[in-house]
């Protein structure tokens, strides 16, 4: 299973951008998927994760109404649009599916999940 991330960049405040991860060697449909995000000297934070168990996507209090984790299934595909972007949102941010569909949203935010992509740079600047 192979996943890359892409999509990062330079952002001004409260402007978008849109990641996207491509993933090989297996086909996502029906798997747990996520971001999440690590800030320098911050730990890692799940930022949004979509539990195939519960039918729906989980987010972190600080990206609620921010942002949306999506998959398209034809591209085999996650994707993350992120909006009203602020500075504190500036990290490397990784995508990450996992093989079991047993667990909570919540589980998969705060304990991560199997199989991990590449990082982005998505920094928030003026």
């Known amino acids: 299973v192979q996943l890359q991330a892409s999509g990062g960049g330079l952002v001004q405040p409260g402007n978008s951008l849109r990641l996207s991860c491509a993933a090989s060697?297996?086909?996502?449909?029906?798997?747990?998927i996520g971001w999440f995000r690590q800030a320098p000297g911050k730990e890692r934070e799940g930022v949004a994760v979509?539990?195939?168990?519960?039918?729906?996507?989980y987010y972190a209090d600080s990206v609620k109404g921010r942002f949306t984790i999506s998959r398209d299934t034809a591209k085999n595909t996650i994707n993350l649009q992120m909006t009203s972007l602020k500075p504190e949102d500036t990290a490397v941010y990784y995508c990450?599916?996992?093989?079991?569909?047993?667990?909570?949203?919540?589980?998969?935010?705060?304990?991560?999940?199997?199989?991990w992509g590449k990082g982005t740079l998505v920094t928030v600047s003026s």
């Open positions: 990450a599916a996992d093989p079991r569909p047993y667990y909570s949203g919540d589980y998969y935010l705060s304990e991560g999940m199997e199989y």
């Open positions: 060697g297996v086909t996502l449909d029906w798997w747990p």
């Open positions: 979509f539990s195939t168990r519960e039918g729906r996507a």
